[in-house]
């Protein structure tokens, strides 16, 4: 993919990018509506054949067509399918299985293969049903795969573990959520043609921190890949401050409906985990109400948050302090050296994510060795970044073009 076709497409696709991928941390909540019936774009039927497609990351379980689509994102010539691959989990490196959605353009792909954007989406929510895949227009990214693939290029968007199939979604698992990413590439082209090795990684919020990782991972991970760079819009990258916050009473109205979905998602994970040592007050009583996010429960869910104390989140002890700190520090990013060039761009009145913790992110992410182009923006918060550049600096790197190096 030339990088003046990325440059052409560039105002187009930021849009949808930023609308539906960073606009915020805590979004606003949705419904799983039926779907209606639509028209549907032909796919080579061997394409969605799935036996004997092997075993192993990336590997895929089932494929569908995605006739449901917008009328607006089908006439633009696509092909597109839902699938369910096999992919990592953190810590353990188990298997799991992980829905997704896959797109390529019309067409006969270019010499070498159609090159590939993996996009990971901002926070939907914590539940099955919070997928964007299950959701006739993707929760916005349908706009943003018709927008890359008529740049020429293959989409793979992940729905995370435990969004839109099977088992627990691990809120803010910088690594699980990266695995994710780049097995959602391997299953794209196991089902279209025409797929290149070559790929990005882009996200904004909590997908800023999975592309984030998933850089971090792709040479030891995927070495039959060919990353070319990464781009993080406001990424989730090191959220341990929250526990220091949560203790001081000094939790953002942001970042306090944010907490109570990452605690019950950890205790998910990590059944021992007592959360009566982490909630109180009306967040205890209305624990339930906190944790949906679906349309039928967004008004329990918002008049909930607005009745969160300021100790609510407080650790019952320092031992529960210190536990949640060291959770969290595993799903953190940086971990290792990144595997490509990295964009991140953030603001510094960010009000889900402190700038001081991407700041200190970005020094040990340089302190590794990595390749490093970063765009602080001043007065800018979590939604209103200005990323005018993220399509140029991604069609820059599939061009070979020169990187600047901001942590020399």
Known sequence: MRAGAARR???????????????????ALVSVPALVEGVARPVPAESLTVADRGVGPGSVISAETMPNLPWTVTRTGLNAVRVVYRSTRSGDGA????????????????????????????????ESACAPSVRRDLMGLSALAAGYTQAGYAVAITDYQGLGHTEVHPYLDNQTAGYNMIDAVRALQHVLPGVSSRWAAFGGSQGGGAAWAANELAASYAPELDLVGSASLTPSANMVGLVDKAQDGALTADQAPLMQWL????????????????????????????TGCTQDKAAARTEAAARIGTYDFAPASEDSADRLRNLLSRMSVPQSQASAPMLVVYGDADTYIDVQWTDAALVEACARGGVVTIDRQQGKGHGDVDGDAVNQWIGERFAGDPVANDCS
């Not at 497409?9 to 979004?27: D, K, R």
């Not at 992980?98 to 926070?123: Q, R, Y």
């Open 95 to 126: 298997e799991t299985e992980v829905s997704g959605s896959v797109f390529t353009p019309a067409g006969e792909a270019p010499e070498g293969g159609w090159p590939v954007i993996s996009f990971g989406h901002g926070t939907t929510g914590i």
């Open 9 to 27: 497409w560039a105002s187009i696709v930021l849009v949808f990018a930023v609308a539906t991928g960073c606009a915020s941390a805590v979004p």
């Open 263 to 290: 605690l019950e998602s950890l205790a998910r994970v990590h059944p021992d985990l007592d959360l009566d040592d982490y909630r109180r007050g009306s967040v205890a009583q209305d624990w339930d109400a906190l």
